[in-house]
């Protein structure tokens, strides 16, 4: 079954070429965890795509938005959804997020930022991806329990992850992201990178640091300090609890193209446990990690 899941997995992550993984939208149990953990009430998404998350999400949130720039794609999830209490809004997220946000307060809401053109049948819009646009629309309307997700952090540039490929070529630094966020949101709106998504939530509002661990990856990553990953991968093992390895290494996992996160993310599955390992040493031996990484790898 674990063999049948992770060819399944790899099938689809290679062949929509890596960067962009759009089927499966976000898993019910972290959708769940977040409502629950954050005490939300409502669900605001930007690029519907199909409508995987949208339809999850109206299970554990009382109101569903979502917007989606392609035509096409928002009647075909719309009528696929029509039986629930979702609202679904044709239109380019930069100027429907605003409108939206101007008549239903954002309070106890999760925003998640999934608009980007991702190849398929998606589209693209005037700035892609609209995200700033969208960061600069929200902090108009923000509250102070508004939680915000942004998928897909690995397109985001990095001297270690991009340009991957002409698609993600011209997308802003994860930096030029969060450092947006530092100087225009409000007193105590933090940034925390996690698996492939950014939070971004007030931690005084909630009274909920994450980790060391997990502060740490992140100002590493922004650091774009791979050593000091490895370092952390190394070192934090045992401080990290399961979700947060496993949180790693999905982000690892995903930017497979980089030799060194598949060597962190071998590190942490190897502490984590053995069956998943060996999936991540095989991984590293394709991207052709070097010799001495591979023979620290097997002296462990
Ligand atoms: C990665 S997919 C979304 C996946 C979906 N959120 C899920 O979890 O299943 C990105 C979607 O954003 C749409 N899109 C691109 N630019 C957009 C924009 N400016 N406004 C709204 N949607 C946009 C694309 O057409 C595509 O369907």
Not at 98 to 121: E, G, M
């Amino acid at each position: 079954m674990r063999v049948l899941f992770f060819l399944m997995f790899f099938c689809s992550v290679f062949s929509q070429g890596i960067e962009f993984s759009i089927s499966g939208g976000m898993g019910k149990r972290r959708l769940k965890n977040l409502q629950m953990r954050y005490n939300l009430l409502t669900f605001i998404e930007t690029g519907t795509y199909e409508g995987a998350t949208t339809g999850k999400a109206c299970r554990y949130f009382e109101d569903v938005f979502t917007i989606e720039l392609s035509e096409e794609l928002y009647k075909k999830s719309k009528e696929r959804l029509k039986k629930t209490q979702i609202t679904f809004i044709h239109g380019s997220s930069d100027e429907e997020l605003d409108k939206l946000l101007s008549h239903y307060s954002p309070d106890r809401t999760l925003i998640f930022l999934d608009a980007h053109f991702s190849r398929c049948d998606t589209v693209k819009g005037k700035n892609d991806p609209p995200l700033l646009d969208e960061l600069v629309t929200i902090q108009k309307y923000i509250k102070e329990s508004t939680v915000i997700l942004v998928d897909d952090v690995r397109c985001f540039k990095t001297s270690f992850v991009a340009p991957m490929n002409e698609y993600i070529a011209h997308y802003p630094k994860i930096n030029d992201v969060f450092n947006f966020v530092k100087n225009n949101y409000p007193k105590g709106f933090e940034f925390y990178i996690i698996g492939d998504q950014a939070i971004i939530y007030n931690t005084e509002y909630y009274k909920n640091k994450p980790s060391n661990g997990l502060k740490l990856f992140t100002d590493y990553y922004l650091e774009e300090d791979l050593d000091r990953m490895i370092g952390l991968a190394y070192e934090s093992v045992e401080n990290l609890t399961a979700r947060e390895k496993s949180l790693i290494c999905q982000m690892a996992l995903k930017a497979t193209q980089v030799p060194k996160l598949s060597f962190i993310s071998a590190l942490i599955t190897k502490n984590l446990n053995q069956v998943n390992y060996k999936e991540h040493m095989q991984k590293a031996r394709q991207y052709k990690l070097d010799e001495e990484v591979l023979s620290r790898l097997n002296s462990l």
